[in-house]
């Protein structure tokens, strides 16, 4: 994916885990990452607010038209899974950008060859074998950097405490020394993770019919950055007015969305965000923490992928209006795994409560 165009995406079961694995170069929500760069595993991110490791949400693989660093380039996006840590303006979020060149020693400079992974085997790519057992430790749990190892089998790793003692219940029935591997990380699952599904990325479609006239556009764009200090009286006449939920963000970003109304992201270099609502919008991007250039939009999560992920329905479930998130505009060249901005845009406490 690149250019400026929008390109929305939408959720597809996989039959086929090995379509999961890196060499595949997926975008995908939930399950393990798909480490694009095997080695230089960053530690796994922790929530700010409970301290629990966060767990990996989605990846984007989104390379650059060139042959260098850069060629292969994917975006990891992990969240907290606790719904209490998304509160007054928390940010229990965390995203990362990987790079590596066209010729790397991971990943051979031919396509894998189609219908591969159909019949279950994997493509001639350099590295597949390496790319999870023989650079570094995975968590059997999360999918993440495993420093810790079980102290008595020697055969599964893992991130933290925390997930050793998540996974002791299952793990404790096979806990006996053995020469055998433990199954690829995309081959396993547990039930802390997100549930994963496969992305197809598609162009937005234009606009069939335009059912705000330019002139609502014009007072929506207008008072769209005063709707956070409209008394209840202004609110109420916007509502009759507009005829939708009284935010006139909402009423642009619904029609927007309803040219496809299933996509759970959007994805366009350097544009903006399309936002939900125009509360809780992130107002200052700070600059590349590598290079100390700006910052761009490069994708957006919406609402919707809650649905399709059936969370946020338990008594401390997640729930959001949107997950934006902004990456190197330069698109340094980095041989580590390097922190980007998101942000987390969190409904009105006053929506929250209806």
Known sequence: MAGTAVEVGFTDKLENPLLFSPEY???KIGGHPAWLNPSNLPLVPTC???TD????FAQIYAGLDRPGNGYHRAIFLFCCRRGSCYKDGQQPIKAFRSQIAADNPYYGLQDVPEGDADTNTIGVNKSFAKSHNGHMAICGVCGCRAPLKCSKCHQVAYCSKQHQ???WQDHKHSCTPSKTLPLPSYLTKSTLLFREFDIMIEREKEREKENLSEELLAKIKEQSSEYSTMTAADEESLTKEYGVDGDPVFTKFKERVSRDPQQVLRYSRHDTPLWPTAANRCETVPVCGVCGGERSFEVQFLPT??????????SDGVDWASIVVWTCREDCEVDEYVEEFCWVQQYPAETKSK
């Open 53 to 56: 490791p966060l767990i990996f």
């Open 25 to 27: 170069f997926p975008s």
């Open 165 to 167: 003692k998540f996974d």
């Open 48 to 50: 700010p607010y409970c």
């Open 305 to 314: 992928l809650l649905y399709v992920l059936d969370v946020g329905k338990e």
